[in-house]
């Protein structure tokens, strides 16, 4: 298959897998620079210091122990920044609330960062069909919210791509 320019950006992101994730203690501008990339991959605005010290204040995500953020933290905000895309930070709390509910935060990043991948893969058609499992209604939810994620991502690459386009002319 001959792949274009964004294809192949696509074909080549891919978020961390949870035990890769630093677990060593990350300061706040350290969380914000270890995030920023794998948002500008997929051309989306990072989350700010300020923005992580609000979802701190409003409870969404826990407390930072002597200032420092360690994997789940991470794993947590990894999943905010994408999903703050497409969702209030209301609806991205109460997803957040059913996950804890149903699986570990490592289980549930897993499932989100290969589901992101497969969708992301899917949308951009570079996989002709979607590894199909058995779907409760929360997993269900998140591939929704995943699919929407992408379906923006692939709009505004390609947009992009075509305003470049006219300003060469």
């Known amino acids: ?91 991205i709390q109460l997803m957040l609330s059913l996950q804890q509910d149903s699986y570990p935060t490592r289980d549930a990043y897993e499932y989100f960062r290969r589901e992101l991948s497969n969708t992301l893969a899917f949308v951009f058609g570079l996989k002709d069909k979607r590894d199909e499992e058995d779907m409760n209604s929360r997993k269900l939810l998140l591939r929704n919210m995943i699919i929407a994620v992408c379906h923006k991502v692939y709009l505004d690459k390609h947009l992009k791509e075509v305003r470049e386009g006219e300003n060469k002319e």
């Open 1 to 91: 298959m001959n792949m274009t320019k964004i294809q192949q950006e696509i074909n080549d992101f891919s978020l961390p897998e949870y035990e890769m994730i630093p677990d060593v203690g990350l300061f706040l501008e350290q969380v914000v620079k270890y995030i920023t990339p794998f948002m500008d991959s997929l051309g989306e605005e990072t989350l700010t210091g300020s923005m992580i010290s609000n979802y701190v204040k409003k409870r969404i995500i826990p407390n930072p122990v002597k200032k420092q953020y360690y994997r789940e933290q991470v794993a947590t905000l990894i999943f905010i920044a994408v999903a703050k895309t497409v969702m209030s930070l209301d609806d």
